[in-house]
DNA sequence: TGTACATCAGTGAACGCGCGTTCACTGATGTAC
DNA sequence: TGTACATCAGTGAACGCGCGTTCACTGATGTAC
């Protein structure tokens, strides 16, 4: 067998990597295979033996996120998913709203960067997205110990609202009224982890 | 003078309209000047009589919107600008954060639509996005009549909250959790209000 | 009132470019001897 | 240990298509007489 076992995976993951950064950047139709592929230092002609097509290629960097860049992201925010406890939802909160992801055009969470891009993708695409959705509500979840309906519904509001705060944020080309929105969205969020019922 | 004086504005006017639709529908690159004339009720080549560029069409649509379809929403929603009183909040974010405005895609609000699209477009374009959140926001500030930094930082929280909702609603293939999201949005939404000094 | 005319909104063919995808090939690599 | 070999990851030229934009033209319209 020519070349080691994890070989092609590797090289896979690589392509994955370099996709979620530059869809990031510039959203899936503007990104080209040809682009995706220099930036993993390789040649256009070779995707079609990683993937199907670029639709394939959208998911498994959507998904990627949840392993690779978010699992980093998580650590350097000390949000610890072992521990469930109030003070790690605030800690969630402050890495997600923070200044330093709103400048992050590169690393910043997918959900931000591509929100209409995946509304109007194929079922693959949606379905990781909400992938990556589920996986925050369920962290605010488990974190505010509130295992009921109400519960939940909080958790989903702290993810609109962390969500929905980046998102707009990124729209604006005045800084400071970005900056305001954050801010705001922060606050608010705060507010509604103070009014749950454990704190 | 061959043809009425504002016969062109008027061609224009419904460029801009089919252009709004179609953008709020499958986003800016997807979308086709070919597309938009014919729905227009045109031809191609008309078009760069009406704008400089594609990109110009696209600041002329979503800067429409407050005027046209914006203003309908309003009236329908039983939105009086002239009154200012928390119970105009209240009927505002019924309307915006409703099961009806989820399902219109095609007269939905363009912030629901376009934020990423939004964020990597021109200057011309986010002045234009800019302008559709500040009056969101100003509507909020007035009618819950606190005239204060915090005020403020409240109105921005409820639109982040608006628009965070539904975006996220939207991109979400299943449609128990999507409405699950509209619905905390919601609830979230009346708990910021309710919280509000003068209220 | 009817007709010739000038204007210019709108037409549609054409151009050039870039992109997703395909495919015959090349050459780096691990293995067998 | 060194060499011939089979494999298959990666190459790069080519294809076909669709899009933004241009431009010479057409024909519907209001006006002048």
Redo the contacts with the bound molecule.
Sequence with gaps: ????AD??K???ARIVEAARILFNRDGF???????V?EEA???????????????ALYSAAVSGFLMGRGAQWRAEAGVDPSRTEPSMAVQMIEGYLSTAHLGDRDGQCPMIALPSDVARANPEVRAAYQQLLESMVGLFERNLGDNTPEGRQRALALAALCIGGMVIARTLPDSTTAEAVRKAAHGAAMQLISAAPSV
């Design positions: 067998m020519p070349y080691k070989h092609k590797q090289t896979r139709d503007r990104v080209t295979i040809d682009r592929m230092g390789l040649t256009r002609g070779g995707f079609y033996s990683h993937f199907r097509s670029k639709d």
